[in-house]
């Protein structure tokens, strides 16, 4: 069966950290630039990070840039996100995806639209509070 499965997330403090995993069944990662999203009640799902398939650049969304470290481990077929010094306002569910190829790659190095994705996790939340 093809999918991704999101891990890692659950309830960390301000300033702590948290490990997000994508594993990826059914198919190799190393051909799809992946991206993680995130999003919250009522609010659009955003681009928080992705990693190239071609050569391994990625892309920060600006409110993270500094905090959350995106990496692909080929001998495990799965995308991590380290997140480090999370904030309350990171508190989100958090998706990955494989980039569609027709995506726009609006950000240069991947796409960042919701749009430019074709397979989806089913998300894990990430809850930062004291």
């Known amino acids: 069966q093809v999918q991704l499965v999101e891990s890692g997330g659950g309830l960390a403090q301000p300033g702590g950290s948290l490990r997000l995993a994508c594993a990826a069944s059914?198919?190799?990662?190393?051909?799809?630039?992946i991206g993680w999203f995130r999003q919250v009640p009522g609010k659009e799902r955003e681009a928080v990070s992705c990693i190239s398939s071609r050569d391994r650049s990625t892309f920060y969304t600006d409110s993270v840039k500094g905090r959350f470290t995106i990496s692909k481990d080929r001998d495990k077929n799965t995308v991590f996100l380290d997140m480090d010094s999370l904030k309350p306002e990171d508190t989100a569910v958090y998706y990955c995806a494989t980039e569609a190829s027709w995506s726009s790659q609006t950000g240069g190095i991947c796409g960042l639209s919701v749009g430019d994705y074709e397979l989806w996790g089913q998300g894990t939340q990430v809850t930062v509070s004291s």
């Open positions: 059914g198919f190799r990662l190393d051909f799809y630039s």
